[in-house]
């Protein structure tokens, strides 16, 4: 009697499994260069964008994940805050070729020559978000879906970036083309992942919260 | 009654931090939280530490989080990032190693100088061995703070909040 209910439950669990394994299953997209034309045409509709974030960063060396959470805001054209609010609060304000950094309510202002890096990644994370990156040229492109999203693969072509990353893994949502997924991984293999909910698209954003003068 | 105790424990506080700081060159420490972390640092008598952090050298700063495991066996691992997650450092430190104290696993091409990391790893001398017995430094006493500050006689300086 045993014997037939531990059978029972690893025949369920063997046939779940492959279940979340068909759906989740990735195969690789025949015509990138088309959905690349999608996106970029979800990108023009875009004005906006206001998102809460949870980031995750996982480091092999110390054996541990850092988490920290905030709100995106995006608004054409190259206006971009990232919002810490967790573990403390943090801001950063893209605005054009200017940057202003709010550490707990210390203010600094730069510009983009003298944080290159700085605005670099901050640019292909807005570029990726309303998914004008994919039309850039910057990177090598491999496109793969699955059941509700895309997943792509981005290599960077640059040298400066490569010295950063080594390649970037997005889940685009089949939908719209938003980004609900964003994995940065270093050279080391370490990534940070930044997950991307509550997304709203084209919302009025007041315009002082990219203030930078 | 109170308010004279308050006013005595601030100025035992003050000169407690004047006396810890003065005693260790090239270190300023603000607050009594800074004193207690700066202890635990020097003498390994903690497991980890989330710090941020400051390093500015030649008009250069890099600022994120730091990290600080002490794995218990006398070897500390660093992790220095930004907020957007990009390593500035991976590196572990020795304290007492006849060679090389600073043994790094990743560094970014912003502080990868030879220059950069000896400076980089004499404060982490400082700041894990209490310093050298040179380069004193003035010392900041506001308890309302909670920061160590290592600076060098080349300017390089590292800046830890708590």
């Not at chain 1, 807005?126 to 981005?154: K, M």
């Not at chain 2, 308010?3 to 506080?13: E, M, P």
């Not at chain 2, 002490?70 to 450092?89: H, K, P, V």
């Not at chain 2, 912003?110 to 950069?116: D, F, I, S, V, Y």
């Amino acid at each position: 009697m045993k014997y037939r209910s531990t059978l029972f439950f690893v025949s369920l669990l063997i046939t779940s499994l492959s279940v979340i394994s068909q759906e989740t299953a990735e195969r690789p997209v025949d015509d990138p260069a088309k959905l690349i034309e999608q996106a970029s045409l979800f990108s023009q509709k875009t004005q906006s964008i206001t998102s809460d974030f949870a980031q995750e960063k996982e480091m092999s060396f110390l054996e541990e994940k850092v988490t920290s959470t905030g709100k995106f805001y995006f608004q054409k054209e190259n206006r971009l805050r990232w919002e810490y609010l967790k573990p403390y609060h943090y801001v950063i304000i893209l605005n054009n070729n200017r940057i202003r950094i709010i550490d707990e309510g210390e203010v600094k202002d730069y510009d983009a020559g003298s944080n290159r890096m700085f605005v670099e990644i901050s640019g292909v994370m807005s570029g990726l978000v309303d998914g004008t990156l994919l039309q850039s040229g910057q990177f090598d492109q491999t496109w793969h879906e699955a059941a509700g999203y895309y997943r792509v693969i981005l290599v960077p072509r640059e040298t400066m970036m490569k010295d950063y990353l080594s390649r970037i893994a997005l889940k685009l949502n089949k939908q719209d083309f938003s980004v609900d997924e964003l994995k940065m991984f270093e050279k080391s293999g370490d990534y940070t992942l930044i997950t991307f909910r509550n997304k709203k698209m084209n919302e009025a954003i007041a315009a002082d919260i990219f203030n930078v003068d | 009654m109170k308010r004279s105790l308050l006013t005595y424990s601030t100025w035992i506080s003050i000169l407690l931090l004047a006396a810890v700081s003065c005693k260790t060159p090239g270190l300023a420490l603000s607050g009594r939280k800074a004193v207690k972390a700066y202890s635990a640092l020097a003498d390994g008598s903690f497991d980890r530490m989330d710090l941020k952090a400051r390093i500015s050298y030649k008009e250069k700063e890099l600022a994120g989080r730091m990290i600080i495991k002490n794995d218990g066996s006398g070897l500390y691992r660093i992790a220095f990032f930004n907020e957007l997650g990009m390593t500035w450092l991976e590196a572990a430190y020795h304290p007492g190693h006849p060679k090389k104290n600073l043994m790094i696993r990743q560094v970014s091409p912003l502080l990868n100088h030879p220059k950069t990391l000896k400076s980089l790893e004499k404060s982490f001398q400082h700041l894990f061995e209490g310093g050298t017995g040179k380069n004193t430094k003035t010392t900041e006493t506001t308890v309302d703070k909670s920061d160590i500050t290592i600076k060098l006689n080349n300017g390089f300086t590292l800046h830890l909040q708590l």
